[in-house]
Protein backbone atom coordinates (compact mmCIF):
# COMPACT_ATOMS: atom_id res chain seq x y z
CA UNK A 1 0.00 0.00 0.00
CA UNK A 2 1.63 3.53 -0.81
CA UNK A 3 0.68 6.39 1.36
CA UNK A 4 1.36 9.58 -1.23
CA UNK A 5 1.17 13.78 0.08
CA UNK A 6 2.55 16.65 -1.32
CA UNK A 7 2.79 20.17 0.50
CA UNK A 8 3.26 23.11 -1.44
CA UNK A 9 6.32 25.78 -0.16
CA UNK A 10 4.42 28.59 0.14
CA UNK A 11 6.19 30.23 3.04
CA UNK A 12 6.51 29.09 6.68
CA UNK A 13 4.19 26.10 8.21
CA UNK A 14 1.71 27.32 10.56
CA UNK A 15 -0.19 25.45 13.41
CA UNK A 16 -3.32 24.80 10.75
CA UNK A 17 -0.87 23.10 8.39
CA UNK A 18 0.59 21.08 10.76
CA UNK A 19 -2.53 19.75 12.91
CA UNK A 20 -4.40 19.88 9.64
CA UNK A 21 -1.91 17.64 7.99
CA UNK A 22 1.71 17.41 8.68
CA UNK A 23 1.16 15.67 12.11
CA UNK A 24 -0.93 12.98 10.28
CA UNK A 25 1.45 12.46 7.39
CA UNK A 26 4.01 11.65 9.81
CA UNK A 27 1.70 9.21 11.53
CA UNK A 28 0.74 7.21 8.47
CA UNK A 29 4.64 6.75 7.74
CA UNK A 30 5.08 4.42 10.35
CA UNK A 31 1.94 2.43 9.22
CA UNK A 32 2.25 2.09 4.82
CA UNK A 33 5.35 2.84 2.19
CA UNK A 34 5.07 6.46 2.43
CA UNK A 35 6.03 9.37 -0.26
CA UNK A 36 6.02 12.86 0.60
CA UNK A 37 6.93 15.44 -1.30
CA UNK A 38 7.76 19.27 -1.54
CA UNK A 39 5.14 20.15 -4.25
CA UNK A 40 7.64 23.59 -5.48
CA UNK A 41 6.46 23.09 -8.99
CA UNK A 42 2.82 23.80 -8.55
CA UNK A 43 4.18 26.41 -5.58
CA UNK A 44 5.29 28.46 -8.78
CA UNK A 45 1.51 29.01 -9.65
CA UNK A 46 2.08 31.75 -6.83
CA UNK A 47 5.85 32.19 -5.91
CA UNK A 48 7.08 33.88 -8.33
CA UNK A 49 11.04 34.97 -6.71
CA UNK A 50 13.41 32.39 -7.52
CA UNK A 51 15.64 32.97 -4.41
CA UNK A 52 11.96 32.48 -2.15
CA UNK A 53 11.18 29.91 -3.67
CA UNK A 54 14.32 27.90 -3.42
CA UNK A 55 14.71 28.84 0.16
CA UNK A 56 11.30 27.90 0.92
CA UNK A 57 11.43 24.23 0.01
CA UNK A 58 14.95 24.06 1.83
CA UNK A 59 13.24 25.67 4.99
CA UNK A 60 10.04 23.41 3.93
CA UNK A 61 12.11 19.98 4.12
CA UNK A 62 14.26 20.87 7.37
CA UNK A 63 10.63 21.49 8.84
CA UNK A 64 9.52 18.03 8.09
CA UNK A 65 12.14 16.12 9.34
CA UNK A 66 12.23 18.60 12.16
CA UNK A 67 8.72 17.71 12.69
CA UNK A 68 9.55 14.41 12.68
CA UNK A 69 9.25 12.91 9.24
CA UNK A 70 11.88 10.20 9.02
CA UNK A 71 13.57 9.30 5.74
CA UNK A 72 14.01 5.73 7.33
CA UNK A 73 10.57 5.31 7.06
CA UNK A 74 9.23 7.71 4.65
CA UNK A 75 10.53 9.11 1.14
CA UNK A 76 11.22 12.59 0.78
CA UNK A 77 11.82 14.44 -2.30
CA UNK A 78 11.23 17.86 -4.39
CA UNK A 79 8.86 17.46 -6.88
CA UNK A 80 10.62 19.13 -9.62
CA UNK A 81 13.59 16.14 -8.97
CA UNK A 82 10.79 13.34 -10.96
CA UNK A 83 10.97 15.36 -14.20
CA UNK A 84 8.92 12.06 -15.02
CA UNK A 85 6.06 13.65 -13.54
CA UNK A 86 5.36 16.49 -16.10
CA UNK A 87 6.06 13.76 -18.76
CA UNK A 88 2.71 12.34 -17.52
CA UNK A 89 1.18 15.26 -17.43
CA UNK A 90 1.26 15.40 -20.63
CA UNK A 91 -0.06 12.12 -21.59
CA UNK A 92 -2.93 12.90 -19.05
CA UNK A 93 -3.70 16.38 -20.41
CA UNK A 94 -4.69 15.06 -23.33
CA UNK A 95 -7.73 13.38 -22.00
CA UNK A 96 -8.84 15.65 -19.76
CA UNK A 97 -11.74 17.54 -20.76
CA UNK A 98 -12.03 21.56 -20.10
CA UNK A 99 -15.35 21.58 -18.28
CA UNK A 100 -13.59 19.03 -15.47
CA UNK A 101 -10.68 21.63 -14.89
CA UNK A 102 -13.39 24.90 -14.73
CA UNK A 103 -15.21 23.24 -12.22
CA UNK A 104 -11.89 23.58 -10.03
CA UNK A 105 -12.10 25.41 -7.18
CA UNK A 106 -8.49 27.39 -7.32
CA UNK A 107 -9.19 28.49 -11.10
CA UNK A 108 -12.84 29.28 -10.91
CA UNK A 109 -12.23 31.09 -7.39
CA UNK A 110 -9.99 33.01 -9.53
CA UNK A 111 -11.98 33.70 -12.36
CA UNK A 112 -14.80 34.74 -9.74
CA UNK A 113 -12.50 37.67 -8.47
CA UNK A 114 -11.82 38.91 -11.94
CA UNK A 115 -8.14 38.04 -11.36
CA UNK A 116 -6.48 36.87 -14.67
CA UNK A 117 -5.25 32.93 -14.29
CA UNK A 118 -2.58 31.50 -16.36
CA UNK A 119 -2.51 27.51 -17.70
CA UNK A 120 -0.41 26.64 -14.88
CA UNK A 121 -3.02 27.45 -12.39
CA UNK A 122 -5.84 26.07 -14.92
CA UNK A 123 -3.91 22.33 -15.18
CA UNK A 124 -3.05 22.62 -11.63
CA UNK A 125 -4.89 19.24 -10.60
CA UNK A 126 -3.65 17.70 -13.97
CA UNK A 127 0.23 17.95 -12.33
CA UNK A 128 -1.21 16.49 -8.98
CA UNK A 129 -3.10 13.83 -10.84
CA UNK A 130 0.55 12.94 -12.44
CA UNK A 131 1.86 12.96 -9.06
CA UNK A 132 -0.37 10.76 -7.23
CA UNK A 133 -0.61 8.66 -10.45
CA UNK A 134 2.94 8.39 -10.92
CA UNK A 135 3.89 5.98 -7.94
CA UNK A 136 0.89 3.78 -8.03
CA UNK A 137 -0.39 5.57 -4.92
CA UNK A 138 -3.49 4.00 -3.36
CA UNK A 139 -3.98 6.67 -0.34
CA UNK A 140 -3.67 10.04 -0.46
CA UNK A 141 -4.30 12.21 2.98
CA UNK A 142 -5.43 15.42 1.85
CA UNK A 143 -7.22 18.56 4.05
CA UNK A 144 -10.65 18.55 2.85
CA UNK A 145 -10.09 21.59 0.19
CA UNK A 146 -7.91 19.22 -1.92
CA UNK A 147 -10.45 16.78 -1.86
CA UNK A 148 -12.03 18.24 -5.26
CA UNK A 149 -8.66 17.11 -6.87
CA UNK A 150 -8.73 13.91 -5.87
CA UNK A 151 -11.63 13.36 -7.31
CA UNK A 152 -10.36 15.07 -10.50
CA UNK A 153 -7.46 12.27 -10.36
CA UNK A 154 -9.61 9.33 -10.47
CA UNK A 155 -11.61 10.85 -13.30
CA UNK A 156 -8.40 11.30 -15.50
CA UNK A 157 -7.08 7.90 -14.61
CA UNK A 158 -10.57 6.03 -15.01
CA UNK A 159 -10.84 7.77 -18.49
CA UNK A 160 -6.87 6.79 -19.17
CA UNK A 161 -7.56 3.57 -18.07
CA UNK A 162 -11.05 3.04 -20.08
CA UNK A 163 -9.46 4.11 -23.25
CA UNK A 164 -5.72 2.31 -23.23
CA UNK A 165 -6.22 -0.23 -20.41
CA UNK A 166 -5.51 -0.77 -16.70
CA UNK A 167 -2.58 1.53 -16.76
CA UNK A 168 -3.27 3.44 -13.28
CA UNK A 169 -3.80 2.03 -9.66
CA UNK A 170 -6.94 4.01 -8.65
CA UNK A 171 -6.31 6.69 -5.74
CA UNK A 172 -8.50 7.55 -2.62
CA UNK A 173 -8.54 10.20 -0.46
CA UNK A 174 -7.85 9.81 2.82
CA UNK A 175 -9.33 12.90 4.33
CA UNK A 176 -8.07 14.76 7.30
CA UNK A 177 -10.92 16.02 8.70
CA UNK A 178 -9.55 17.95 12.12
CA UNK A 179 -12.34 18.20 14.65
CA UNK A 180 -12.54 21.43 14.23
CA UNK A 181 -10.44 23.88 11.97
CA UNK A 182 -7.35 25.23 13.54
CA UNK A 183 -8.29 29.05 14.32
CA UNK A 184 -6.07 31.80 14.14
CA UNK A 185 -5.14 34.93 16.29
CA UNK A 186 -8.95 36.56 15.02
CA UNK A 187 -10.72 33.57 15.27
CA UNK A 188 -11.35 32.59 11.45
CA UNK A 189 -9.59 29.56 10.48
CA UNK A 190 -6.06 29.99 10.46
CA UNK A 191 -4.73 30.86 6.78
CA UNK A 192 -1.39 32.65 5.25
CA UNK A 193 -3.99 34.79 3.07
CA UNK A 194 -6.14 35.81 6.24
CA UNK A 195 -2.67 36.96 8.16
CA UNK A 196 -3.47 35.43 11.35
CA UNK A 197 -0.95 32.64 11.47
CA UNK A 198 0.74 31.26 14.43
CA UNK A 199 4.41 29.67 12.91
CA UNK A 200 5.39 26.37 14.27
CA UNK A 201 8.95 27.18 13.97
CA UNK A 202 8.22 30.71 15.31
CA UNK A 203 10.74 32.50 17.93
CA UNK A 204 8.53 31.72 21.29
CA UNK A 205 9.27 35.14 21.96
CA UNK A 206 7.85 36.77 19.17
CA UNK A 207 5.01 34.10 19.22
CA UNK A 208 3.84 35.11 22.65
CA UNK A 209 3.63 38.50 22.15
CA UNK A 210 0.94 37.64 19.41
CA UNK A 211 -0.23 35.29 21.40
CA UNK A 212 -0.90 37.92 24.00
CA UNK A 213 -2.98 39.90 21.35
CA UNK A 214 -5.40 37.47 19.68
CA UNK A 215 -8.68 38.74 19.87
CA UNK A 216 -11.50 37.72 22.67
CA UNK A 217 -14.62 38.75 23.73
CA UNK A 218 -15.67 41.10 26.11
CA UNK A 219 -17.47 38.86 29.02
CA UNK A 220 -16.61 39.15 32.60
CA UNK A 221 -14.50 37.31 34.06
CA UNK A 222 -16.49 35.52 36.81
CA UNK A 223 -19.13 34.89 34.18
CA UNK A 224 -18.45 30.85 33.54
CA UNK A 225 -17.45 29.87 29.72
CA UNK A 226 -17.72 26.62 27.50
CA UNK A 227 -14.56 26.21 26.71
CA UNK A 228 -15.40 24.28 23.44
CA UNK A 229 -16.69 27.69 21.96
CA UNK A 230 -14.02 29.72 22.74
CA UNK A 231 -10.88 29.76 20.00
CA UNK A 232 -8.01 30.48 22.52
CA UNK A 233 -9.30 26.85 24.07
CA UNK A 234 -9.17 25.67 21.01
CA UNK A 235 -5.80 26.48 20.35
CA UNK A 236 -4.65 25.45 23.77
CA UNK A 237 -6.05 22.01 23.57
CA UNK A 238 -4.07 21.89 20.42
CA UNK A 239 -0.68 21.86 22.38
CA UNK A 240 -1.72 21.35 26.37
CA UNK A 241 -1.34 17.95 28.03
CA UNK A 242 -4.48 16.05 28.95
CA UNK A 243 -4.30 17.01 32.52
CA UNK A 244 -3.81 21.01 31.73
CA UNK A 245 -6.78 21.02 29.16
CA UNK A 246 -8.91 19.29 31.82
CA UNK A 247 -8.15 22.09 34.11
CA UNK A 248 -8.32 24.35 31.88
CA UNK A 249 -11.84 23.33 31.01
CA UNK A 250 -12.77 23.32 34.48
CA UNK A 251 -11.98 27.05 34.98
CA UNK A 252 -13.30 28.23 32.24
CA UNK A 253 -17.29 26.29 33.24
CA UNK A 254 -16.51 27.70 37.34
CA UNK A 255 -15.68 31.40 35.66
CA UNK A 256 -13.64 33.61 37.55
CA UNK A 257 -10.72 33.33 35.04
CA UNK A 258 -8.82 36.22 32.70
CA UNK A 259 -8.29 35.51 29.32
CA UNK A 260 -5.35 36.97 29.99
CA UNK A 261 -3.43 34.11 31.81
CA UNK A 262 -5.23 31.72 28.98
CA UNK A 263 -2.66 33.43 26.68
CA UNK A 264 0.19 33.42 28.99
CA UNK A 265 -0.77 29.37 29.54
CA UNK A 266 -1.32 28.99 25.70
CA UNK A 267 2.15 30.64 25.27
CA UNK A 268 4.00 28.42 27.65
CA UNK A 269 2.69 25.21 26.19
CA UNK A 270 2.99 26.25 22.42
CA UNK A 271 6.55 26.39 23.50
CA UNK A 272 7.13 23.36 25.84
CA UNK A 273 5.39 21.40 22.86
CA UNK A 274 7.63 22.40 20.04
CA UNK A 275 10.74 22.45 22.06
CA UNK A 276 12.15 19.23 20.70
CA UNK A 277 11.00 19.82 17.16
CA UNK A 278 12.83 23.41 17.16
CA UNK A 279 16.02 21.84 18.93
CA UNK A 280 15.99 19.07 15.85
CA UNK A 281 15.54 21.84 13.40
CA UNK A 282 18.76 23.87 14.93
CA UNK A 283 20.69 20.41 14.65
CA UNK A 284 19.39 19.37 10.97
CA UNK A 285 19.67 23.65 9.74
CA UNK A 286 23.70 22.80 10.67
CA UNK A 287 23.95 20.39 8.12
CA UNK A 288 22.67 21.50 4.66
CA UNK A 289 24.80 18.51 3.31
CA UNK A 290 22.43 16.12 5.18
CA UNK A 291 19.46 17.40 3.94
CA UNK A 292 20.90 17.56 0.50
CA UNK A 293 21.36 13.76 0.66
CA UNK A 294 18.00 12.81 2.09
CA UNK A 295 16.74 15.01 -0.86
CA UNK A 296 18.64 12.92 -3.32
CA UNK A 297 18.11 9.39 -2.20
CA UNK A 298 14.12 9.99 -2.03
CA UNK A 299 14.35 11.60 -5.44
CA UNK A 300 16.39 8.52 -6.55
CA UNK A 301 13.88 6.05 -5.08
CA UNK A 302 10.49 8.19 -6.51
CA UNK A 303 12.25 8.24 -9.83
CA UNK A 304 12.46 4.91 -9.99
CA UNK A 305 8.90 4.27 -9.56
CA UNK A 306 7.91 7.04 -11.68
CA UNK A 307 10.16 6.11 -14.66
CA UNK A 308 8.21 2.39 -14.44
CA UNK A 309 4.58 4.07 -14.35
CA UNK A 310 5.55 6.01 -17.18
CA UNK A 311 6.99 3.74 -19.34
CA UNK A 312 4.02 1.63 -18.84
CA UNK A 313 1.49 4.90 -19.84
CA UNK A 314 3.81 5.31 -22.37
CA UNK A 315 3.42 2.02 -24.08
CA UNK A 316 -0.19 1.73 -23.46
CA UNK A 317 -0.78 4.91 -25.64
CA UNK A 318 1.41 4.22 -28.82
CA UNK A 319 4.20 6.39 -27.34
CA UNK A 320 6.82 3.73 -27.29
P1 LIG B 1 -3.06 28.50 3.71
O1 LIG B 1 -4.56 28.59 3.88
O2 LIG B 1 -2.33 29.11 4.85
O3 LIG B 1 -2.56 28.98 2.36
P2 LIG B 1 -2.55 25.89 2.64
O4 LIG B 1 -3.76 25.93 1.77
O5 LIG B 1 -1.19 25.98 2.02
O6 LIG B 1 -2.70 26.96 3.81
O7 LIG B 1 -2.62 24.56 3.55
C1 LIG B 1 -2.06 23.32 3.22
C2 LIG B 1 -2.82 22.26 4.00
O8 LIG B 1 -2.79 22.54 5.43
C3 LIG B 1 -4.31 22.25 3.67
O9 LIG B 1 -4.56 21.35 2.61
C4 LIG B 1 -4.95 21.74 4.94
O10 LIG B 1 -4.88 20.33 4.97
C5 LIG B 1 -4.05 22.25 6.02
N1 LIG B 1 -4.58 23.47 6.68
C6 LIG B 1 -4.28 24.75 6.37
N2 LIG B 1 -4.91 25.62 7.20
C7 LIG B 1 -5.62 24.85 8.08
C8 LIG B 1 -6.47 25.16 9.21
N3 LIG B 1 -6.68 26.40 9.61
N4 LIG B 1 -7.04 24.12 9.87
C9 LIG B 1 -6.80 22.85 9.50
N5 LIG B 1 -6.01 22.49 8.45
C10 LIG B 1 -5.42 23.48 7.75
N1 LIG C 1 -2.18 20.85 -4.13
C1 LIG C 1 -1.79 20.40 -2.83
C2 LIG C 1 -1.97 21.55 -1.80
O1 LIG C 1 -2.01 22.69 -2.19
C3 LIG C 1 -0.36 19.94 -2.83
C4 LIG C 1 -0.18 18.76 -3.74
C5 LIG C 1 0.41 18.78 -4.98
C6 LIG C 1 -0.61 17.44 -3.50
N2 LIG C 1 0.39 17.54 -5.52
C7 LIG C 1 -0.22 16.68 -4.66
C8 LIG C 1 -1.28 16.81 -2.44
C9 LIG C 1 -0.52 15.30 -4.75
C10 LIG C 1 -1.56 15.44 -2.56
C11 LIG C 1 -1.19 14.71 -3.70
O2 LIG C 1 -2.06 21.31 -0.61
Redesign the pocket.
Known amino acids: MRVLSG??P??RF????Y????RQYIQLQTEDAAFYFIANLHALTTVRDPQVLRQNTQEAAIDLLALGLDPDHAVLFAQSDVPEVCELTWLLMTGTPLGLLERCHAYKDKKARGLPADAGLFTYPVLMAADILAYDSDTVP?????GQHIEVCRDIAASFNHHFGEVFVMPRAKI?H?AA????TDGE??????HN?LEVFEDPRAQRKKIMRIKTDSRPVDQPKDPDTDHLYQLFSLVGTDQQKEELAESYRRGGFGYGDVKKLLADAAEAYFQPSRQRREQLAAEPDRIHQILGDGAATARKKAAEVLRRAQQACGIR
Open positions: IQTGHWGNFGAIVGEDQLTKVPGKMSKSYT
